[in-house]
C-alpha cells in the first residue's frame, strides 16, 4: 500500500498552500535515508519539532547512486518512502532526482530548512531562497557515531 504522505511534487506545492493558508508552519529537510538508524529517528524528530507540517526530500535511487557510489542504495526508493511514511513525525514525503533538492525547496518556500549537523546553514543548499523569503536554515547535531556508511563498513568487517 502506498502511503498518503508520499507525493510529487505538484501534489505536495498544492498540499503546502492549504498549509500555510490554515497558519501551519512547514518545516522541510532532505537525505538518503538508506538504511534507517537512530540517528535518523533522532534528527527526524527534532526537525518536526521547529515547525507544524515536515517535509522529507528523498534522493531517488539514481541520485543515490551518483552521490553515494554503485554500491547504494541498498534498500529502494520505494521501500525507503515507505518506511520514512510510516513515521508520525513526517508529514510529506517527496522524491526527487536531481543532485539536489533546490527544485523542491524552491517550490515550497518551506518556513524553516533544516540538515543535520555537518552541514554550516549557509552551506545548506536552498538556503538562500529560504532565507529570502523571511525563513530560517537550522543545522542540527549529528549522532555521533550513527551512519548508514559506518553500518555498512561494520557489516562487511564482520563478513
Sequence with gaps: MVSRKILGLKAL???????????????FTNGCFDILHVGHVRYLKSARKLGDKLILGLNSDASVRK????DRPVVSQAERAELL?????????VVFGEDTPYRVIKSVL???LVKGGDWAPEKIIGSDVVLANGGNVKSLPYVKGRSTTNIIKKILKNL
Excluded: C, H, Q, R
Aim: proline share 6%; no cysteine; charged share 35%.
Design 110 to 112: 518551506p518556513d524553516v
Design 67 to 70: 552521490l553515494k557510489g554503485k
Design 13 to 27: 506545492v498544492s498540499a503546502v498552500k492549504k498549509d500555510k493558508k490554515a497558519g501551519f508552519k512547514i518545516v
Design 85 to 93: 511514511s510510516e513515521f508520525p513525525f513526517i508529514d510529506y514525503i
